[in-house]
């Protein structure tokens, strides 16, 4: 699954994540409602560090290396726990966001396809 | 917009992502101080979904059709946001999870690696 | 702790939840980890009224009557889940409160007390 | 500030939350948005201390002292910033969940009323 250049490729982090909580013995504490609970957690972790900030500030927390470091764990965490969640349910998150962006470009559509026009909302 | 076969590529889905969101002028609502709390909202729904449940329950809530959809649904929702946050921060969501994965084989060594053991990587 | 006036008394209303709840036989449900899920839930849908607005609007939902009833409906339901959830562990939450704030009150000491000063943090 | 009884009342509570902010000059940070994400930030440290436990297990939290304290260091937080958020919208918490109360008895009607058996209210 792993394309060809030194990507790493979705599926197989998922295959490695998969592989590296069954050789601790972790399926029994990875039910899909304790995953959930975590990929919650995880997702406010990433919450906490812009929770003060004004919006300015959000844009520019990728300067800060500490932070940046911090902001790119928790997004890896957070990434983490979604897949093993797919995993255990047999979901295909690729599927199924290709799924939803199509039922969204149907819900939200374009007003008008005039050239200097086309916004939302 | 996926890349040669049947399957959609990460990348790609973040790109429709970002020129989806372009072409409704929402970028002014997609700080990264929103989208985080929109993934967060999103992991909650997921969460909602399970709160009742047994253990045992949440493990076949896709052995019902409206269940199945739901989740999936959530878990698209999820991904979405992650990806936009991403693409706001310029964050790399597979490298960051690749690190993580390296990061956490050190933190969590195996506790022997005997022949016929180690049932992990 | 007021009974006599026509302001409710948090005892009080956390006596009411649960007798609701045990009316309705729901006790099996409400173990520790389901309603602090369920908590954690309703605190999200207080943020998803908020997540795309700026500090400013944040400032003005009140001036709306729907949204004014949708947030404070909120609040309801973020109180009940916690005094639900301190029912069934034993947990006083206006102790746990006020020993929280006279510990902040060490951990976070105002700088000096010099008149026209006062400023923390 | 406590009324009359060892009893800490809630209202006093909030006025000291107030008022401790108002000291550190802390109200520009204390827009609704920031203080709703801080809300659902809490809640989710409290799931954090029960997503991996079985129901069971997390019936039992408060038998070991260090993880009680942080239970109820958790629930200090939620209600702190509950009561803060009620502070800047000028909405009473208590008034909220009475009403809420009142339609969720109207909502989830007992099945029957008959005389020994209604064991609500």
């Given at each position: 699954?792993t394309?060809?250049?030194?990507h790493?490729?979705l ?5 490695r994540?998969?592989?590296?909580a ?5 399926q029994?504490?990875?039910?899909p ?5 975590a ?6 972790e990433?919450?906490?560090i812009?929770q003060?900030?004004?919006p300015?500030?959000?844009a520019?927390v990728?300067?800060?290396?500490g932070t940046a ?5 928790e ?5 983490a ?5 797919c ?17 969204n470009e ?10 200097g ?5």
């Amino acid at each position: 699954m792993t394309t060809d250049s030194e990507h790493p490729d979705l599926a197989a982090l998922q295959r490695r994540l998969a592989a590296f909580a069954a050789a601790r013995n972790w399926q029994p504490y990875h039910t899909p409602k304790n995953l959930v609970a975590a990929l919650s957690v995880e997702a406010s972790e990433l919450v906490e560090i812009f929770q003060w900030l004004t919006p300015e500030e959000s844009a520019g927390v990728m300067s800060d290396p500490g932070t940046a470091h911090r902001v790119t764990d928790e997004v890896a965490d957070v990434l983490a726990y979604l897949l093993q969640f797919c995993e255990v349910l047999g979901i295909d998150p690729l599927a199924a966001l290709e799924a939803k962006i199509d039922r969204n470009e149907f819900r939200f559509p374009l007003p008008q396809e005039e050239p200097g026009e086309g916004r939302g909302e």
